[in-house]
Protein backbone atom coordinates (compact mmCIF):
# COMPACT_ATOMS: atom_id res chain seq x y z
CA UNK A 1 0.00 0.00 0.00
CA UNK A 2 1.13 3.55 -0.31
CA UNK A 3 2.53 5.39 2.58
CA UNK A 4 3.13 9.27 2.83
CA UNK A 5 5.22 11.12 5.06
CA UNK A 6 5.46 14.84 4.57
CA UNK A 7 8.00 17.23 6.15
CA UNK A 8 9.28 20.70 6.07
CA UNK A 9 6.76 22.80 8.06
CA UNK A 10 7.75 25.24 10.85
CA UNK A 11 7.46 29.12 11.40
CA UNK A 12 7.86 31.53 9.31
CA UNK A 13 7.04 35.68 9.25
CA UNK A 14 4.97 36.87 6.43
CA UNK A 15 6.58 37.30 3.45
CA UNK A 16 9.16 34.16 3.86
CA UNK A 17 9.55 31.00 2.24
CA UNK A 18 9.31 27.49 3.24
CA UNK A 19 9.41 23.92 0.90
CA UNK A 20 7.25 21.18 1.94
CA UNK A 21 8.35 17.64 1.42
CA UNK A 22 6.40 14.12 0.86
CA UNK A 23 8.19 10.85 0.70
CA UNK A 24 6.32 8.28 -0.75
CA UNK A 25 6.61 4.37 -0.81
CA UNK A 26 4.80 2.24 -3.69
CA UNK A 27 4.84 -0.19 -6.53
CA UNK A 28 3.52 2.04 -8.85
CA UNK A 29 3.88 5.84 -7.62
CA UNK A 30 5.61 7.21 -10.66
CA UNK A 31 1.95 7.10 -12.24
CA UNK A 32 -0.04 8.44 -9.33
CA UNK A 33 -1.34 11.45 -9.29
CA UNK A 34 -0.89 13.74 -5.65
CA UNK A 35 -2.29 16.44 -4.52
CA UNK A 36 -1.69 19.18 -1.13
CA UNK A 37 -4.55 19.86 1.16
CA UNK A 38 -4.38 22.11 4.22
CA UNK A 39 -6.54 22.26 7.17
CA UNK A 40 -7.01 25.47 9.71
CA UNK A 41 -8.31 25.14 13.03
CA UNK A 42 -11.89 24.95 13.28
CA UNK A 43 -12.19 24.62 9.27
CA UNK A 44 -12.51 22.37 6.63
CA UNK A 45 -9.33 20.20 4.58
CA UNK A 46 -9.90 22.54 1.94
CA UNK A 47 -7.80 22.12 -1.76
CA UNK A 48 -4.06 23.65 -2.25
CA UNK A 49 -3.03 22.10 -5.69
CA UNK A 50 -2.21 18.63 -7.01
CA UNK A 51 0.45 17.33 -9.82
CA UNK A 52 -0.37 14.57 -13.02
CA UNK A 53 1.82 11.35 -12.21
CA UNK A 54 3.82 12.30 -14.83
CA UNK A 55 3.68 16.58 -13.55
CA UNK A 56 2.44 17.43 -16.94
CA UNK A 57 -0.64 18.87 -16.00
CA UNK A 58 -1.08 20.85 -12.60
CA UNK A 59 -3.53 22.58 -10.65
CA UNK A 60 -3.84 25.47 -7.96
CA UNK A 61 -6.47 26.79 -5.46
CA UNK A 62 -6.58 30.47 -5.85
CA UNK A 63 -5.60 31.37 -3.08
CA UNK A 64 -2.09 29.35 -3.76
CA UNK A 65 -1.41 29.98 -7.85
CA UNK A 66 1.31 32.98 -8.16
CA UNK A 67 2.52 31.85 -5.01
CA UNK A 68 3.11 28.08 -4.49
CA UNK A 69 4.51 25.59 -7.11
CA UNK A 70 3.86 21.66 -6.86
CA UNK A 71 6.71 19.48 -8.03
CA UNK A 72 7.39 15.61 -8.18
CA UNK A 73 10.76 13.96 -8.25
CA UNK A 74 9.79 10.06 -9.35
CA UNK A 75 13.25 9.03 -9.27
CA UNK A 76 13.15 10.19 -5.45
CA UNK A 77 9.49 9.01 -4.76
CA UNK A 78 9.05 12.54 -3.05
CA UNK A 79 6.50 15.51 -4.39
CA UNK A 80 7.12 18.89 -2.83
CA UNK A 81 5.60 22.42 -2.44
CA UNK A 82 7.41 25.62 -2.35
CA UNK A 83 5.57 28.46 -0.86
CA UNK A 84 6.95 31.88 -1.16
CA UNK A 85 5.27 34.95 -0.16
CA UNK A 86 3.38 33.44 3.14
CA UNK A 87 0.47 35.38 4.62
CA UNK A 88 -1.03 34.50 8.41
CA UNK A 89 -4.14 32.94 6.56
CA UNK A 90 -1.72 30.44 5.02
CA UNK A 91 -1.56 28.91 8.37
CA UNK A 92 -2.57 25.49 8.60
CA UNK A 93 -1.77 21.90 8.70
CA UNK A 94 -0.34 20.58 5.31
CA UNK A 95 -0.96 17.50 4.04
CA UNK A 96 -0.31 15.52 1.31
CA UNK A 97 -2.72 12.98 -0.72
CA UNK A 98 -2.32 10.07 -3.32
CA UNK A 99 -5.01 9.14 -5.72
CA UNK A 100 -5.15 5.97 -8.31
CA UNK A 101 -8.02 6.93 -10.08
CA UNK A 102 -7.24 10.89 -11.18
CA UNK A 103 -6.68 13.87 -9.46
CA UNK A 104 -9.14 16.58 -8.74
CA UNK A 105 -10.15 19.57 -6.08
CA UNK A 106 -12.20 16.94 -3.81
CA UNK A 107 -10.99 15.17 -1.36
CA UNK A 108 -12.50 12.37 -1.90
CA UNK A 109 -10.88 11.98 -5.04
CA UNK A 110 -8.08 10.41 -3.08
CA UNK A 111 -7.25 7.39 -1.21
CA UNK A 112 -4.11 7.85 0.71
CA UNK A 113 -3.09 10.70 3.56
CA UNK A 114 0.09 11.54 5.12
CA UNK A 115 0.07 12.57 8.99
CA UNK A 116 0.26 16.73 7.75
CA UNK A 117 2.95 18.76 8.62
CA UNK A 118 2.17 22.06 10.48
CA UNK A 119 2.72 25.65 8.98
CA UNK A 120 2.84 28.68 10.90
CA UNK A 121 2.60 32.49 9.29
CA UNK A 122 3.70 35.14 11.47
CA UNK A 123 2.27 38.96 11.04
Known amino acids: QVQLVESGGGLVQAGGSLRLSCAAS????????MGWFRQAPGKEREFVTA????????LYADSAKGRFTISRDNVKNTMYLQMNSLKPEDTAVYYC????????????????WGQGTQVTVSS
Open 97 to 112: AVTRYGMGRSRSNYDY
Open 26 to 33: GRTFSRYD
Open 51 to 58: ISWSGSST
